[in-house]
């Protein structure tokens, strides 16, 4: 029988204390994401079979924290006034010697200095004519040197699992180009840039490519050749300049930078022939952002300049269109790409405009950068993409043929994203997190839904199954509004099964549902506990996944509550610190998943050892010296004895609802039904016996050390010089909190409540914008500009977080820390000793001397966005990931009225 939950509460749950940052980016092989059409069938091959050699796929698809730069060089040269044939090959000095290759810089603008290198490639190819030579078969190694290093490293061609080449891509052509071949391969390059030591910027040089770009004829004499053929004497033939001969290399970079806006990258390749039709690319499974943003980058071998090559720079396309064309979701909005070197008609021109200076006759070769913004809407879900070239015709023109290598496209999007950082978390009921478990123990799973992407998602389904060794679970926390359904005889194992239903989770946040379970005991060999879940998309857009986890059982023969019948627990008796703060005001906030305003106070703040001590006044306050070393230590031992008495209703199951005894079928299970109890309400007493958590609970310390140049004002209040153009101004040093006065009405009206910035006060939460706004006025100050709260963030130094680069789970009070509730400004501090025995600041203040700015509560700011519909929030709260707290301002905003027990804000002046 199925029992259905719906969620009542707002209150965050337990969360997993991982010490790695977000995997900002994932990646998979994409599978014919690409697909093809054209208008003259016998002109080349269709994408119809994954081994056809001239077929345009999707190679690889990029999503996340992303972005890509690609660019490249021509191993030809054509310094022969007025033609547009190469005559020589280039050169380039290797230890003072000049060798055959090419080189290409990658200016700094290009790529963010922060970024961390994804993955890279290099594609080099050129022509094979049907001549003379001895060059009749691609050539698949070249030789390498990238930024960082001289030395040339030797690179093949890709491979896949038949150990035929991929990315060997050779067309035949039609007439009139039926003596030559095109070729482009692809060689990955991540390891070499990576040993180099994974510099990007700077200068790639290539050697070694056998380079075909002469059809070599018989002389009509010996040592005689037609007007304006050179005679090669090593070989003894004529070397016949043709409008086909090409040969270059390019690289292309994929790189993420944690400031990057969510993006989707498809890189499309194929060698593809198009002469006299059109090849059309359709990029879907995305949503463009709300503010459209989107590039494509476009490398090709260019075969012909007709009638000249003085066309190849004024578009004078005698032979028909040559352009590339993008198409918007609705077919409506069309855009064919040009610029100052590319006309619209002879987009293929012999151009490369990703290097500085832009190049223009290059030998056979265009590389060309592209804005497709114009064409993008918010929430499309697709782009296409048109390739065209002309066919000859009967005034004699050749035509225009492309050797189409590849084509990138770039598009920010604007989607949730749950696959990257969704997981896990196995703990024991009372929340340690340990290396192993004693079976019969009850454990607590966290299964955790986590939203790295920039828009809310919703309607998210999970449901996972019992594991075989588990012998009853129950769920204790369910995801905010979600349905929860549980079959406790379904499932694989038919130990049970969940099924949650209209999950969500706001952008940069975290929602999760909890179940206790209890593993099978005795289990004298060990074993494990495996965990896994599925997880449905969300109706906003993203890709069904599964989570898994595991956590390793220890051997045990004889069953019981672990800590108190048998012991080696980790648990000791802690007193209760003394309040610093004061009052909070309301014992129970609105929303509380608790009846008792303390309860969710004493689980969060004092199991987990927040370093704040229990509230003068209230039920935890009591809890203290003689209690936690006496009552504490047999109450949970009496509800023990007390629940097993009660183990005949524990069987028959009477029990309905959240608190509900378990339902187990046999003495021996009424036994761990009551530790299951036991420890449950251990979660109450947690303050009391250590057991709530992994942190110690830290008297109260002096204040830190003031960071920072302090402002002249009534409270707390620092510095921020003048940074980037923008003047000096003052930001609260700690979040705002109301001493005095009342909030008024959700529009401001009727506001007489003054922000105050004090250390160890409770911030202001569930207040509205506009609320926040007069709160900020009445105290003399104003609400912080989105880019004026940024700069506090970040610092002189422009970093990610307000204490570093690097993601610091535990530092800030976001879902990671395992707080589950907002602390007191200024909190998440650790006190340390500097070289000279003076206590220093540490944690989570910016290195201006601000507190909290990650973290802890959303921050309201006055930027206004969707003109001027909502208003900026910044820094993530307690339920944020690592995405929600990093100093960005830009994708969190709400509606001015919104109330939410995670926004709060700060004040400037």
């Not at 070599?216 to 033939?237: I, K, L, Y």
């Not at 994929?254 to 989707?264: I, N, S």
Request: proline share 6%; charged share 20%; glycine share 12%.
């Amino acid at each position: 029988m199925w029992s259905v939950m719906r969620a009542r509460r707002q209150g965050r749950r337990w969360a997993s204390r991982r010490s790695r940052l977000i995997g900002l980016t994932r990646f998979s092989w994409a599978a014919f994401l690409a697909t093809m059409a054209m208008s003259s069938r016998d002109a080349m091959a269709l994408c119809n079979q994954p081994s056809d050699p001239d077929c345009v796929d999707a190679r690889r698809d990029y999503s996340g924290l992303v972005d890509f730069f690609a660019t490249g060089a021509a191993f030809t040269v054509n310094d022969l006034p007025g033609e547009d044939r190469p005559n020589r090959l280039q050169t380039i000095v290797v230890d003072g010697v000049e060798v055959e290759g090419a080189e290409v810089v990658v200016p700094a603008r290009r790529i963010p200095a922060r970024a961390q290198l994804v993955e890279a490639y290099l594609y080099f190819g050129g022509s094979l004519f049907h001549d003379l030579d001895e060059i009749d078969t691609p050539d698949l190694e070249v030789e390498i040197s990238v930024p960082g290093s001289d030395a040339f490293t030797k690179v093949s061609v890709e491979r896949d699992a038949q150990d035929n080449p991929v990315g060997l891509h050779q067309t035949s052509l039609p007439f009139p180009f039926d003596d030559v071949e095109l070729y482009v391969v692809r060689a990955n390059i991540t390891d070499v840039i990576a040993n180099a030591g994974g510099t990007m910027i700077g200068t790639y040089r290539v050697r070694g490519f056998a380079a075909d770009v002469f059809r070599d004829a018989q002389p009509t004499s010996p040592g005689v050749c037609s007007d304006g053929v050179a005679f090669n004497a090593a070989r003894g033939t004529c070397e016949v300049r043709h409008t086909v001969a090409n040969a270059s290399f390019s690289v292309v970079l994929v790189f993420e930078e944690e400031r990057l806006p969510p993006r989707r990258i498809v890189l499309f390749d194929g060698l593809q022939a198009v002469l006299g039709s059109t090849v059309t690319l359709t990029l879907s499974d995305f949503r463009v952002s709300r503010v459209p943003s989107g590039q494509i980058t476009v490398y090709a071998q260019e075969g012909d300049c007709h009638p000249g090559p003085e066309n190849c720079a004024n578009g004078n396309n005698e032979s028909g269109i040559e352009r590339i064309r993008v198409i918007g979701a609705d077919g409506s909005r069309t855009l064919v790409l040009s610029d100052d070197i590319n006309p619209a008609n002879d987009v293929f021109n012999r151009t490369i405009n990703t290097v500085d200076p832009p190049l223009t006759n290059v030998a056979g070769t265009d590389i060309d950068r592209f804005d497709i913004t114009p064409v993008l809407r918010a929430d499309d879900e697709s782009v296409t993409v048109e390739v065209t070239a002309p066919a000859p015709d009967a005034f004699g023109h050749s035509g225009e043929l492309i050797g189409l290598a590849y084509v990138i496209v770039g598009i920010d999007t604007f989607s949730p994203r749950f696959d990257l950082d969704s997981h896990i978390d196995i703990r024991t009921s009372g929340g340690e997190h340990l290396d192993a478990y004693y079976p019969g123990d009850p454990l607590r799973v966290a299964y955790a839904l986590s939203n790295t992407g920039n828009l809310p998602g919703t309607g998210l389904q999970m449901s996972t199954d019992i594991p075989a060794n588990v012998v009853d679970f129950e769920v204790v926390e369910e995801p905010t509004g979600a349905v929860v359904e549980i079959d406790r005889q379904g499932g694989v194992y038919g130990r049970g099964q969940i099924r949650a239903s209209g999950i969500s989770a706001r952008h940069g946040e975290v929602d999760d549902l909890v179940v206790l379970m209890v593993p099978e005991c005795p289990l004298p060999n060990g074993g494990s506990l495996e965990i896994k879940s599925t997880v449905s998309a969300a109706i906003e857009g993203g890709v069904p996944f599964t989570m898994t986890s595991s956590a390793t059982l220890l051997a045990r023969e004889i069953c019981g509550p672990r800590f108190y019948l048998y012991g080696g627990g980790g648990c000791s008796a802690v007193a209760v610190p003394t309040d610093r703060s004061g009052e909070w005001g309301r014992e129970s906030e609105p929303g509380s998943p608790w009846p008792w305003g303390w309860r969710s106070r004493s689980r969060s703040e004092l199991g987990l050892g927040l370093g704040s001590g229990a509230r003068s006044g209230s039920v935890v306050g009591a809890v203290s010296g003689k209690w936690a070393s006496g009552i504490g230590s047999w109450l949970p031992l009496t509800a023990l004895l007390v629940l097993l008495k009660l183990g005949r209703r524990v069987r028959r199951g009477r029990g309905r609802g959240r608190g509900r005894a378990l339902g187990v079928p046999n003495a021996r299970s009424a036994l761990l039904g009551g530790l299951f109890l036991f420890s449950s309400s251990s979660l109450l007493f947690g303050s009391t016996t250590g057991c709530g958590g992994d942190r110690p609970i830290e008297a109260d310390r002096p204040p830190p050390t003031p960071l920072g140049e302090p402002c002249a004002a009534p409270d707390a209040m620092v510095k921020v010089p003048a940074l980037r153009g923008l003047d000096a101004f003052c930001i609260d040093q700690y979040e705002a909190s109301i001493l005095e006065g009342d909030l008024g009405s959700e529009d401001g009206t009727g506001t007489t409540a003054v922000a105050t910035s004090a250390r160890f006060a409770r911030p202001a939460r569930g207040i509205t914008w506009f609320q926040a706004k007069a709160a900020c006025e009445n105290a003399t100050k104003r609400l912080c500009t989105a880019e004026e709260w940024s700069r506090a963030c970040r610092g002189s130094n422009d970093l990610t977080f307000p204490y570093g680069d690097g993601y610091e789970p535990d530092t800030c009070n976001g879902y990671d820390a395992i707080r589950r509730d907002a602390v007191e400004t200024g909190a998440m501090i650790e006190s340390r000793t500097n070289t000279e025995g003076l206590p220093e600041a540490a944690g989570c203040v910016s290195e201006l001397g601000a507190y909290d700015l990650s973290g802890n509560v959303s921050e309201w700011n006055q930027t206004d966005y969707f003109e001027g519909t909502r208003r900026g929030l910044a820094g993530g709260s307690y339920r944020s990931n690592a995405i929600g707290l990093r100093c960005v301002t830009e994708d969190n905003h709400a509606l001015p009225t919104t109330v939410d027990l995670s926004f709060g804000f700060r004040c400037c002046r």
